[in-house]
């Protein structure tokens, strides 16, 4: 495979907020063949730095299989955890996430997550990662640096 195959989506996952009602929260999920194990989410915050500057974005990137997995059980520990649930009639993927400034849960839809991850599959089929990448280049390369 030598073109580099981009998939995005742009979600609405919902914050949970202990004691209150869920909010609202624009994401943009991407996953690059160049990277073939990782999902970015970058999360619109809606925030700027002191002097104005940065676009209000604050992004995490997962394990493509962690978010994999989480569709259909509880995987994930320490900073990030996935696992499905269902709300009423909806099917939802839990997705919480700490950090040394906080911790946040998302309720992510399901079927919208599976129709992401299943065009990056598309992309990158399982076990065929490590034929997008050149891990002995690459080992070459930071070690040259």
Do not use: C
Not at 39 to 67: H, P
Request: aromatic share 6%; charged share 20%; hydrophobic share 45%.
């Amino acid at each position: 495979m030598t073109s580099i195959a981009t998939v995005s989506a742009e979600l609405e996952l919902r914050l949970v907020v202990p004691g209150g009602p869920s909010l609202p929260v624009l994401a943009n999920l991407r996953y690059e063949s160049a990277d073939p194990w990782a999902v970015r989410v970058g999360f619109q915050t809606g925030a700027k730095n002191e002097d104005g500057s940065g676009d209000g974005v604050v992004e995490w990137m997962f394990a493509r299989q962690l978010l994999t997995d989480g569709v259909a059980k509880t995987v994930g520990e320490g900073d990030v955890r996935v696992w499905p649930s269902k709300v009423g009639g909806e099917h939802f993927v839990n997705l919480a996430m700490a950090s040394p400034s906080g911790s946040a849960l998302f309720e992510i839809d399901r079927d919208a997550l599976v129709q992401f991850l299943q065009q990056t599959y598309l992309a990158v089929p399982t076990g065929a990662e490590d034929e997008v990448v050149d891990i002995d280049a690459e080992l070459a390369r930071l070690l040259a640096a």
